[in-house]
């Protein structure tokens, strides 16, 4: 049973800080969650993800807290912006525009209903970002049951281009639930490269959806790395509306211990002569949950359709599970679609010449899936922020290698 | 319940045993009323706890059975219809259903093949089959003495001579009811899902096979040659067991469409093999699959899955699915034995308006388990089409392997082809490897065959046999032919 009483009072307290017409609309979504719940399993694409251990928990609204030392993620030559605990340094309010049809409308109209906004940024047309804008979301939590909802936007007028790195860090070990919805529009010919890490604490729950539309000849590049959490689900949702539009979707998900991460994605070819790229590796340490489910639609009327997905996965851990989906929806018949799955071990033979040549067993096998991850890694193109993945992912794998070696 | 009891009973009936026959049915409550004598073969539309002991009842089953079914008939109410299949249809009412009828009315069959449509004889005559067949297949009430029944007995002496147990479900319920009583269910549960659980309770007629230990069938075993019992219903249960060490190759099914008045096919078929056994399982399904705009057809939703109990033990569904108007029909493998081999093999085309979702699972617990799987879809006209498939390996499965091929063709702008292909490894050792692709039929192929003077319906039937030759090489020959000739008739009109 969904606690209402703590969710009411949840709202109660968010009530003084918003205005009147807020107020209806907001208390609107509070009763559409109350009517819709939370996802659980009978629900086909939740099949593998349960949200419902959350409904009883009594959750409060994070406060505000002191911004801890930014040392360890400040990277060079980029525009910083500090999210602490869903409060903006600088307070800035909501852009306009249009909510995409949520993956669950329980999640959706709890994020509506609490929501503060988070990153919020408009490009005029032709403007360049001639920096990265490396966004620092971090949670700073000592007590349970708090919770921080979320909701950024993105949009790049014609020929507007920008890349945004959405860095999500948990920092203590209380219990936590977080929402975060992004709307991306991309105008005719503008170009966006996003990259979200996802590094959150070990007792985290998280729904984080993006939905892009990406309008004529745009194109969009978003990489998804997935470290941390405790149960975790994203929703990332790239639809090609206009022709020649592009849009190249990829990721690692890399849990460990007991972690469930579920990755959802859709890429909608909606007008004709649309390319549309995924690849995405999957790793699963100790008891861990990986799901991913890929799904590519052509509707009818979108002809010459290039698409291509790829899904690798390597379950290393002996109680791990992996589960994958790519799924093809085809309506049109001149369309050039392919996607392939493969679960697999590390290479014998490989490991065998690596030990002939002397390197440890140990050190061997750290390399070779090393290798196979940085099939992901690789795709961020700027330097020191795939330096710093390349690090995280080094320390999350444990063992002897050298980073400044391989970097 | 006096277990001998039928309804041309002469005696007069006790009306105090609630359980009686005629009791039972005129105790029936709803409004459709009861109007059938108790004589005649078919019951009245409806389903409830009454028309499930007037079928067992009618068919003479012993008392465990009767149990069977009834547990399967109380799940099925509690269950809901599953909609998660990527089909459209109306809501089906399982109260207008008849759930027992004799084989065929041949009050409303035709007389004569004069009086059959000349659509259905002209396929007949490009797929080349014999007048006295076409007959039969088009539901004639010709009184079947020809060849096949003197096939049918040099046949049966073979068979028996080999030790292979080859008849229907209720004659071996009778005749062999230790052995059906043991694997009865034992793949399917009487629970397993809506159609199985309707299944269940109400299934009237279908095959049963018993290969004994070591003994290689001598001869492909085919539904075909039963002719009493072809006509076997809507809810066909069949039930294959293969013991150690034996062979076993089974065809279900027939190239030529059917005349079919049933709208819903609910089937359950069940396969068991034991250590070292190896069973085939090919099907061709050429039902009714409606007119061009959708109207009439038939609803296949078929559960069928194979056990692979034994160790180095082998099932291998192979299918050729053209009729319907909607398919859901999920083929497939338990490896639960270490080193068994679980295959399947399917070409699925969809014309006109027909739906099809289908695919197979392999379900992977023994080490060492191996698995195929190939799938061809095409799609013409506004036929929709999905792969749904599931490759599922438990942390016992020591070194499992599956491979994956799921290829569609499309035929026109207006059809669809779908994959969902699910994977869940729970085992390190695994190695899985799952490719799909979608086209349509290249214009270089087509301009080529055209430029070698090949009219184009049959430059696109040579291409389509193509991409399903994969498939079509684990028919049998003589199958394999037919399936040919069959996807050619079937996708007349795609093409122009």
Request: glycine share 8%.
């Given at each position: ?17 918003l ?49 801890p ?35 669950h409308a ?10 503060t ?168 340490w ?18 010459k ?9 390597l ?49 061997a ?43 | ?16 045993d ?44 012993p ?6 079914r ?100 209720s ?25 199985a ?35 076997t ?18 065809l279900?099914?027939?190239t ?16 068991v ?49 053209t ?8 083929p ?48 013409a ?44 490894i ?22 080529y ?21 994969a ?9 394999a ?16």
């Amino acid at each position: 049973m969904l606690n209402q009483d703590a969710y009411t009072r949840a709202f109660e307290a968010l009530l003084p800080s918003l205005s009147g017409s807020e107020r209806d609309t907001r208390s609107a979504q509070l009763q559409r969650f109350f009517s819709a719940g939370l996802p659980n399993r009978s629900i086909e694409t939740f099949k593998y993800s349960d949200f419902t251990a959350l409904a009883e928990g009594a959750f409060a609204l994070a406060l505000k807290a002191p911004s801890p030392s930014l040392d360890a993620w400040t990277l060079p030559d980029c525009t910083q912006q500090l999210l602490i605990n869903g409060h903006a340094a600088t307070p800035t309010a909501a852009l306009d525009g249009p909510i995409s049809e949520p993956a669950h409308a329980g999640l959706a109209a709890l994020n509506a209903a609490f929501a503060t906004p988070g990153l919020q940024l408009q490009l005029e047309r032709n403007v360049a970002l001639e920096q990265p804008l490396h966004v620092l979301n971090l949670s700073v939590l000592d007590t349970p049951a708090k919770m921080i909802h979320l909701r950024h936007r993105i949009r790049l007028e014609a020929g507007a281009s920008a890349t945004v790195v959405l860095h999500d860090i948990g920092l203590g070990d209380a219990e936590r639930w977080i929402t975060q919805t992004l709307e991306i529009d991309l105008a005719a010919n503008a170009r966006l490269q996003l990259i979200r890490i996802q590094d959150e604490s070990a007792a985290t729950s998280g729904w984080f959806q993006a939905t892009a539309r990406i309008q004529r000849d745009a194109s969009i590049q978003l990489l998804q790395f997935d470290f941390g959490g405790a149960r975790i689900r994203n929703d990332l949702r790239l639809l090609l509306q206009g022709e020649g539009a592009e849009c190249g979707l990829h990721g690692l998900f890399a849990p460990a211990g007991g972690t469930h991460v579920d990755n959802h994605t859709v890429i909608e070819h909606q007008a004709p002569h649309c390319v549309s790229r995924e690849f995405f590796r999957g790793l699963a340490w100790d008891k861990a949950h990986a799901v991913f489910n890929g799904r590519i639609v052509v509707q009818p009327g979108a002809q010459k359709t290039d698409s291509e997905q790829r899904i690798a996965n390597l379950v290393i851990g002996k109680g791990a599970e992996i589960n994958a989906k790519p799924e093809l929806e085809i309506h049109a018949d001149d369309v050039k679609c392919a996607h392939g799955a493969t679960f697999g071990q590390l290479d014998t033979s490989a490991l065998f010449y690596l030990r002939t040549r002397g390197v440890p067993e140990a050190t061997a096998l750290s390399l070779l899936t090393f290798s196979f991850a940085a099939d992901a890694l690789q795709r961020i193109s700027w330097p020191s922020l795939r330096e710093f993945v390349t690090r995280r992912f080094l320390a999350r794998m444990g063992g002897d290698l050298d980073a400044g070696e391989l970097l | 319940m006096p277990a001998n009891a039928t309804f041309n009973d002469t005696q007069t009936p006790d009306s105090s045993d609630p359980l009686d026959a005629r009791n039972l049915m005129r105790n029936r409550t709803y409004a459709a009323g009861f109007v059938t004598d108790v004589d005649s073969e078919t019951l009245p539309p409806g389903l409830d706890e009454d028309v499930v002991r007037a079928i067992s009842l009618r068919k003479n089953e012993p008392e465990w059975l009767l149990e069977f079914r009834l547990k399967a008939f109380r799940r099925w109410q509690k269950m809901t219809e599953p909609l998660w299949a990527n089909v459209q249809y109306p809501p089906i009412d399982y109260q207008s259903i008849s759930y027992y009828s004799a084989p065929k009315s041949m009050a409303n069959a035709p007389k004569s093949l004069d009086e059959v449509d000349p659509k259905l004889l002209e396929t007949y005559t490009k797929l080349g089959i014999p007048v006295q067949e076409q007959a039969m297949l088009a539901g004639v009430a010709v009184d079947m003495v020809f060849d096949s029944v003197s096939v049918g007995t040099t046949f049966k002496k073979k068979l028996s001579e080999a030790g292979v147990i080859f008849c229907s479900i209720s004659e071996a319920v009778h005749e062999h009811p230790e052995l059906v009583r043991k694997y009865l269910g034992s793949v399917v549960p009487f629970g397993d899902n809506f159609y199985a659980a309707l299944n269940s309770a109400v299934f009237t007629d279908g095959s049963f096979v018993f290969i004994p230990k070591g003994v290689r069938c001598p001869m492909e075993l085919s539904t075909y040659f039963r002719i009493n019992e072809r006509n076997t219903g809507q809810f066909e249960r069949t039930l294959i067991v293969a013991e150690e060490a034996s062979h076993v190759s089974y065809l279900e099914g027939c190239t030529a469409p059917q005349r079919d008045e049933n709208q819903l096919h609910a089937a359950v078929v069940e396969l068991v093999a034991l250590d070292d056994a190896e069973i085939k399982y090919s099907t061709v399904q050429n039902w009714y699959p409606g007119d061009e705009n959708g109207v009439g057809g038939i609803y296949n939703f078929v559960t069928k899955r194979g056990d692979c109990r034994g160790p180095r033990s082998k099932i291998s569904w192979t299918q050729v699915e053209t009729g319907s108007a909607i398919t859901w029909k999920y083929p497939s493998c338990i490896l639960r034995g270490d080193d068994s081999v679980g295959e399947f093999y399917s070409v699925a085309l969809t014309h006109h308006r027909q739906q099809a979702d289908t695919g197979t699972k392999m379900i992977h617990i023994g080490r060492n388990t191996r698995s195929t799987i190939v799938s061809k879809g095409i799609s013409a006209g506004h036929g929709q089409q999905s792969y749904r498939g599931l490759v599922r390996v438990l942390p016992s499965a020591e070194g499992a392997r599956n491979y994956t091929q799921c290829d569609s063709l499309l035929i026109g702008d207006q059809c669809g082809a779908h994959t969902f292909p699910y994977t869940e490894i729970r085992n390190p050792s695994a190695i899985l490897e799952h490719e799909a692709t979608t086209s349509k039929i290249s214009d270089d192929q087509l301009f080529y065959a055209r430029t070698r003077g090949i009219g184009e319906e049959d430059a696109v039937s040579m291409i389509v046999n193509g991409f399903c030759k994969a498939v079509f090489k684990e028919l049998p020959m003589e199958f394999a032919v037919e399936a040919q000739k069959l996807l050619q008739v079937s996708l007349e009109g795609a093409v122009g």
